[in-house]
């Protein structure tokens, strides 16, 4: 049975001159409901989007048709935002989008049903990791992170549960020049663990104030395969 994956697109410009959005041939060979004719998009407060689906001569996955012009329009997707893709049941996925921040926008005004405190969808964040990060041995996070959870304001403990069930206990600090970093003594562990490189995706999902469920996705936006093991103790010795 194949297992359900987190997905990564980032907008870029000839998704929106065509009004298509165009995908990794690889992201078929991961989540076989790419392969139908047509899926359907179901956004955050309940939207649904029924989009075409077909394959460039390169073997791209091209979601397509008016749906998807609408779809584009309607939440004014511009190069570098960001559509998530969660694999569900048969042919439907759940859509999530996020600003060139790496914040999701607000669906309050969307039009679906109401994302009602009572039954609210934890809010996301992401982030692409850079060379020069990866080789510092710290990740940056954009200053809007700090103002919205006060878990990226400034130098404190925030615990990451990957969806492997293992948890890591990394820090924020706060630099002079108002750089906010995420780094601790576990975080070059993590960064090994899970094989971790540049254009690599973290998405960070709010459970507590120092609490975010975290998704590894390579650098074409594809859940990975996550390390069989029991224990952050046993991650720490395999990368001494």
Known sequence: MERRRVL???VCEKDVEDRTMTLPGVWAIR???LMADEIT?????GKQWVVGVIRSNDGKIILTGEAVNQFNAHYNLVVSNEVEFQTGSGRNFFVRIRKYDGVEIDYESDGGKPNDRKNRVPPTLSIMLGEEDLNAGFLSIPASWGE???AF???REVQVVVADGMMWNLMTQKKPDNIVTLTGN???YFINHYKIRTSFRLMFEYMDDDMFRVVVMDNLGVEIDYPKIISVGMAL????
Do not use: F, M, P
């Open 153 to 155: 304001a400034g130098s």
């Open 31 to 33: 989540c076989h409901a």
């Open 148 to 150: 919205q959870y006060t």
């Open 186 to 188: 576990e975080l070059k």
């Open 237 to 240: 010795n395999d990368n001494i």
């Open 8 to 10: 990564s697109h980032y």
């Open 41 to 45: 998009l179901t956004t955050v407060n």
